[in-house]
């Protein structure tokens, strides 16, 4: 059976601070170069991108979104001929926040939503334009509880999906610390059977999430949120089954031998992973956290805390906990910061653009390059140290500084400089 790499949280260029390159155009033209197979289109809430996904995708017999090939034909010549012939086929998605009060608090949540075809989009739009204003944003703000959005929903279609996003972001999400609540249920209430899966977003992975009892019964997926299509599949959901809408979403909804399991961003470097002071240069761990009661061991104020503590304060496991039967989980790190760390070299560069058109020109898409190509192949394409810190990743062997208040974390395959240096083949990407 064939791997899915599905990506369905997504933006358009109508979102707030997204690229001008989100266009269906880009969004396929670098699905493709990625390797994602089935994307979301995100923003269907939106009138124009709406227009324009009627007037430029057809659906396919599987139930899914297709570029129509006229256009199709016209990016394809502009891609690498390794990428030419991939198949990227579009779910209508969009994300939703909601911002209401419940419980005597102002609650801030992200949602998803997933439609099987236009007349359900369209179903969902005109119930949601009589609440806010859907032409502002891509991603509308809207002042609706979370629980009212998923109703209508369950209401469009029996195939429609809906999943809470990034859960522990700390200002808009289901578990943040901010805006969040503390369960499924305290959210959702008598519908919260009805959540069958969450997306883990940047800043978590499935085994933080795997320490709340009510997570280990639901589907935990992952996608990229990405603002620009170049960030297409820094998280995604690995699905076993033939490219099919029916297959995908049911997979997801019932969690079975198909959701093969997700492709992650390593969460340590998000800004706010681990606890601590920026101004001390303090950064402790939740654990440590606890042994200082919260407090600043310099300065004696409190600590900002972290998504890792935050997933403890509600968590039923310890850190660490692996339950006995879970899903796959992969860690990448997106192949521009993986040549721009052999390079010495900024992530936009000119240098690391040239190497990664080469990389791609030579061996094929970007996850087929990251998960499945053989080391003895990048090695014979010419790509030595390419293939060594391959390796690496493969077998998780990084150096990880986790984010603490505000500071980014960094993920490094090399320990140093003079690591960088010494290793590989001289000749190899120069
Ligand atoms: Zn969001
Ligand atoms: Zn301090």
Redesign the pocket.
């Known amino acids: 059976m064939n791997q899915q790499i599905v990506d369905l949280h997504i933006h358009s260029h109508h979102s707030r601070a997204t690229s001008k390159d989100s266009t269906i155009e880009g969004l396929y033209y670098w699905g493709k170069i990625k390797g994602i197979t089935v994307q979301g289109t995100g923003d269907f809430t939106h009138p124009m991108w709406f227009a324009e996904m009627q007037e430029k995708l057809e659906m396919t017999e599987e139930g899914l979104y297709r570029l129509k090939p006229e256009i199709a034909k016209e990016i394809d010549k502009t891609l690498p001929i390794t990428v030419r012939d991939n198949q990227i086929e579009f779910v209508l998605t969009v994300e939703i926040s909601n911002i209401y009060s419940k419980g005597g608090q102002v609650r801030k949540l992200h949602n998803c939503i997933v439609v099987p075809d236009f007349e359900t989009a369209s179903f969902i739009n005109s119930k949601l334009e009589r609440i806010g204003n859907l032409k502002a944003d891509g991603r509308p703000i809207l002042g609706m509880d979370s629980k009212d959005l998923l109703a209508i929903t369950l209401e469009s279609h029996d195939d429609s999906l809906f999943f809470p996003a990034h859960i522990w972001t700390p200002w808009f999400a289901m578990f943040g610390s901010k805006s969040g609540f503390n369960s499924i249920e305290e959210a959702f209430e008598d519908l919260a059977p009805e959540i069958k899966a969450i997306e883990t977003g940047l800043s978590s992975d499935p085994f933080m999430n795997w320490r709340l009892n009510e997570l280990q019964s639901r589907t935990i997926i992952s996608n990229s949120d990405a603002h620009s299509p170049q960030k297409l599949g820094r998280e995604a959901t690995v699905i076993a089954s033939n490219l099919n809408y029916l297959n995908i979403i049911n997979a997801i909804k019932t969690n079975d031998n198909r959701l093969v399991g997700t492709i992650e961003f390593f969460p340590h470097e998000g800004k706010y992973h681990y606890d601590g002071?920026r101004s001390?240069g303090?950064r402790l761990s939740p654990e440590e956290t606890r042994k200082v009661n919260g407090i600043?061991p310099?300065?004696h104020?409190p600590l900002t805390v972290g998504v890792d503590y935050r997933v403890g304060e509600i968590a039923n496991h310890p850190e660490h906990f692996k339950p006995t039967t879970h899903k796959q989980v992969e860690y990448i790190i997106p192949l521009p910061e993986i040549l721009a760390e052999i390079e010495g070299k900024g992530v936009g560069s000119k240098t690391v653009q040239r190497e990664y058109h080469k990389v791609i020109s030579s061996l094929g898409n970007e996850f087929e390059l990251l998960r499945n190509i053989s080391l003895d192949q990048i090695r014979e394409a010419g790509f030595v140290k390419l293939s060594e810190v391959i390796e690496r990743l493969r077998k998780g062997d990084v150096h990880i500084e986790p984010g603490y208040d505000g500071v980014y974390g960094t993920i490094k395959l090399f320990k140093d400089d003079t690591e960088r240096k010494s290793s590989g083949d001289q000749m190899s990407l120069l």
């Open positions: 002071h001390c303090i600043c310099k300065c104020n």
